[in-house]
């Protein structure tokens, strides 16, 4: 049997490693790098750092090319089956060809396997097809955990409530009954097209925990221009951005 460890590495700063996750990479033998092409780079050599401070000249990579999505189809839900089946043979290939029997191969999530990935799913799929795998998960510091830290908040009011959702969600309308709306994968600037903005309150961060950090907190109406713009900056400079914000209903 091979074992696959799915570790959560953090939103971006590799002080955010938990020891269970050091002594999970000083555990695998192979690590699957994936590979989003130039314009997340940076991405690639994250995860190459960490690897070199955590586990030294002993770290045996094994890159790979993610399948591409289409986005904007009609069938969204179809679009996400179509995708993760693809995904799916190259991750069954990799452990296939790179993984010898006995050993231990590890996926470096971004963030927290638990949150928005589709990793330990996928994995899982590959398991009920027939796949003699062990799959072990390691939690990480995630985007909207680091958020909150950064600008220092809380991520809701005593005894409220909070909602994880995605700008596609967010687009169908504010949910109801809900002061505390945490958005991640939002590539469309979501939160400047909301209506009634005047009683809601942003707290938005790009890169969080990197030395490109952007940090931008205050009223909707009157700071989502400026995140639209520095977002949009940002994005043109780097070749890439990964943002997460919080909404709150004021009081």
Known sequence: MRSILVIGIGAGNPDYLTAEAVAALQRADV????????????????????????????????????????LGGADYGADIEAWR????????RLIGEALAEGETGAFLVWGDPAIYDGTLGILAGLKAGGLDIA??????????????????????????????TTGRRLAAGWPEGIDNVVVMLDSGNTFASIEGTDGLDIYWGAYLGMAEEIL????????????????????ERHGWIMDTYLLRRRS
């Open 31 to 70: 690590f699957f790098i994936p590979d989003k092409g130039e314009e997340k780079a940076a991405l690639k050599a994250l995860r190459e750092t960490i690897l070199g401070r955590v586990v030294g000249d002993r770290a045996r990579s094994v890159g790979y090319d993610v399948p591409p999505r289409r």
């Open 135 to 164: 799959i072990e998960a390691f939690p990480g510091i995630s985007a909207p955990q680091a958020l909150a830290a950064r600008h220092g908040i809380t991520l809701n009011g005593p005894g409220e409530a909070i909602l994880f």
């Open 85 to 92: 089946a693809a995904v799916e043979a190259v991750h069954r």
């Open 216 to 235: 931008i907190a205050g009223r909707l109406s009157e700071v989502r221009d400026e995140i639209v713009q520095r977002r949009a900056a940002a994005r």
